[in-house]
């Protein structure tokens, strides 16, 4: 039986190679939810809304465990806010916007 942090390290090995233990993937887990918790705490902070809103708001995410606050979903159900946009990925067009020389299928053969 695995748990949750021994799957993610399996996972991270099998996709990266690098091997984390359970306890490296828990205290990432920590660090990115403190992270998060502040951002939260400063959007909550800036909203235009009664101080007993943000009082609730601020109590529902300091009864949340690290796991619960990095998962954006549970963040939305709990708290009922939107999580912060993270600009996306540029497309790989952009890059390369033809096949790359010596790859099958370029032109240059």
Known sequence: MY???????RYIKLRTGKTRTRKQVSSHIQV???KK???Y???????NVDQASKD????????????????A????????ITPIPQAPYPAAARFWPGSLPGQPGSSQE
Request: positive net charge; without cysteine.
């Open 3 to 9: 748990g949750r942090n021994e799957l993610i390290a």
């Open 32 to 34: 990115l939810a403190r």
């Open 37 to 39: 918790v502040r951002e």
């Open 41 to 47: 705490q400063a959007s909550i902070k800036a909203m």
């Open 56 to 71: 609730k708001a601020l109590q529902n995410m300091a009864a949340m465990s690290s796991a619960q606050i990095v998962s």
């Open 73 to 80: 979903t549970a963040m939305q159900s709990k708290l009922g």
